[in-house]
Antibody
Framework: EVQLVESGGGLVQPGGSLRLSCAAS????????MHWVRQAPGKGLEYVSA????????YYANSVKGRFTISRDNSKNTLYLQMGSLRAEDMAVYYC??????????????WGQGTMVTVSS | QSVLTQPPSVSAAPGQKVTISCSGS????????VSWYQQLPGTAPKLLIY???KRPSGIPDRFSGSKSGTSATLGITGLQTGDEADYYC???????????FGGGTKLTVL
């Protein structure tokens, strides 16, 4: 079964750090772009970050640039999001999602169940 | 404020047709393909349409997509109560070098 499973969410204080993981299974992980999308409580989807299939190219929303780092380990079929200098407005459910191909940057065909990040003192 | 603009809500009766618009600019919709997602309450988004008008396997042909210039449209025919959900358009923005989404449209099937 093709599957993405996020982990690493939780409660963190403002200014703190957190690392999210997304374990992939059921497909050739190294053949796809991967993405992080978040959704604040009661709000819409917000794009966070993307990484190419080989990890050589990364992209970020302006709202997280300089604070978040996306990476992947193709040998472990795992996607990561290192989050730093966290703010209240970063509080959201974070989804990892698969691009439809190694060249797809805007069509996400597989989504994880999401992991909640709460930023509060 | 979302980069792509969608109506906050639309509604129609069961069996009827509804369209949801998504407006952008030359740096996003105007130069990249559009995707549409359905998000049922409490669940992750689901891809409905990719590359403007293509449906993934398993998506019924009641769902259709189109694009013209800097706008895109999702159409849903034969509305069912199970179609009640939030719908989002998305694409890549070449100026931002990042993905962008619309603010979402809540569909109510009356």
């Amino acid at each position: 079964e093709v599957q993405l499973v996020e982990s690493g969410g939780g409660l963190v204080q403002p200014g703190g750090s957190l690392r999210l993981s997304c374990a992939a299974s059921g497909f050739t992980f190294s053949s796809y772009t991967m993405h992080w999308v978040r959704q604040a409580p009661g709000k819409g989807l917000e794009y966070v970050s993307a990484i190419s299939s080989d990890g050589g190219s990364t992209y970020y929303a302006n709202s997280v640039k300089g604070r978040f780092t996306i990476s992947r380990d193709n040998s472990k079929n795992t996607l990561y999001l290192q989050m730093g200098s966290l703010r209240a407005e970063d509080m959201a459910v974070y989804y990892c999602a698969r691009g439809r191909s190694s060249s797809s940057w805007s069509a996400f065909d597989i989504w994880g169940q999401g992991t909640m990040v709460t930023v509060s003192s | 404020q979302s980069v792509l603009t969608q109506p906050p809500s639309v509604s129609a009766a069961p069996g009827q047709k509804v369209t949801i618009s998504c407006s952008g600019s030359s740096s996003n919709i105007g130069s990249n393909s559009v995707s549409w997602y359905q998000q049922l309450p409490g669940t992750a988004p689901k891809l409905l349409i990719y590359e403007n008008n293509k449906r993934p396997s398993g998506i019924p042909d009641r769902f259709s997509g189109s694009k013209s210039g800097t706008s895109a449209t999702l159409g849903i025919t034969g509305l069912q109560t199970g179609d009640e959900a939030d719908y989002y358009c998305g694409t890549w923005d070449s100026s931002l070098s990042a993905g962008v989404f619309g603010g979402g449209t809540k569909l109510t099937v009356l």
